[in-house]
């Protein structure tokens, strides 16, 4: 059988591939502020290593690619690639996620590859003086550039990733709701996770789900539950006459992790069941040792039947309990 169906009855048709571990951002939740040990260009996948194994997971099933870092717009030649794997016939969907400093030159390139349908932009503030803060660099207006391109485009649809930030851009969170009054984005509202390239800080988390909806419930008299795609991994919300939505992603309460279709390739090529695990494998030592493709499909086939329930057991199963990762490294 040749599908990719976990053990708990699970497909998986969803891949999220980082293409780079390197960012031109040092976000505070992300990385430390001097960058992480970013890794030799040799030990990165290279765009052929990727292709081959976008081919031999779409053969398996996958229909959708997320292609990530890092900061993907940083490593050279990454609208080739994506030119690249506009020719892969079985994939439906070759979406990006974005930190957006870059993003501005490309987006009419974009638009003419017809398998880019969604842009995810990172964005925490509508701020400059914030933006500095979190990001600890002064880019703001080259991603306000690809933002305000972005939410114009009849091609590109834009999604809108902030990472709820306690005690630093929480008081914005309905500032980006009204974005959504006269355009037809998505916002969504990410619980902040421990991926921070330091290991488990002091990590009380007070802005939950639950927390960030009550939040927005004391400022809308209506709300409406959208009904979501199975795997979604956000809850969504309309408000009346509202173009646009928004959601909340419960990432680190992990209250969506029973509908999971998604697997993980690393940078380094370290294929992660699950966002909490330490990875299982690395595709890209088999390929360098002259793998089959059809040895590399039973492989794939093997590893995710072992997909973990959910990321608290995948947490749970690191020989390392201390999580320190950066979102960089293991793609965002």
Not at 208 to 230: A, F, G, M
């Amino acid at each position: 059988m040749n599908q990719l169906i976990d053990k708990h009855g699970r497909t998986i048709n969803y891949l999220r591939m980082a293409v780079t571990d390197r960012c031109n951002l040092r976000c505070q939740y992300c990385m430390p502020a001097t960058g992480n040990d970013f890794v030799e260009r040799k030990q990165l996948l290279s765009y052929k290593e990727m292709y081959r194994i976008t081919r031999v997971l779409s053969d398996l099933g996958i229909t959708k690619i997320r292609l990530t870092g890092g900061e993907p717009f940083v490593r050279t030649d990454f609208i080739n690639f994506l030119q690249m794997l506009s020719f892969n016939d079985k994939l439906e969907e070759i979406n990006i996620t974005t930190n957006g400093v870059l993003l501005y030159k490309y987006l009419p390139e974009l638009e003419n590859l017809g398998k880019i349908k969604h842009i995810n932009l990172s964005l925490d503030t509508l701020k400059a003086d914030k933006f500095r803060t979190i990001t600890r660099m002064d880019v703001f207006d080259r991603v306000m550039q690809s933002f305000d391109y972005l939410k114009n485009s009849n091609q590109l649809k834009l999604k809108v990733n902030f990472v709820v930030q306690s005690g630093i851009n929480t008081d914005e969170i309905i500032d980006f709701i009204e974005l959504t009054k006269d355009k037809a984005i998505s916002v969504r509202f990410i619980e902040e996770m421990p991926f921070n390239g330091v290991g488990l800080k002091d990590y009380k988390q007070t802005w939950d789900y639950e927390t960030i909806l009550n939040h927005i419930n004391k400022h809308y008299q209506e709300i409406t539950p959208l009904v979501s795609k199975k795997s979604s991994t956000s809850v969504n919300f309309s408000l009346p006459s509202y173009k646009g939505s928004f959601g909340i992603i419960p990432a680190f309460t992990r209250t969506i992790c029973h509908d999971c279709n998604r697997i993980r390739i690393t940078s380094t090529g370290n294929f992660k069941n699950c966002l909490f695990d330490e990875g299982v494998f690395s595709v890209r030592d088999f390929l360098r040792k002259g793998v089959s493709d059809n040895d590399l499909k039973e492989l794939f086939i093997k590893t995710v039947h072992q997909k973990p329930a959910n990321g608290f057991i995948a947490e749970q199963s690191r020989a390392n309990k201390n999580i320190s990762e950066s979102m960089s490294n293991i793609g965002g």
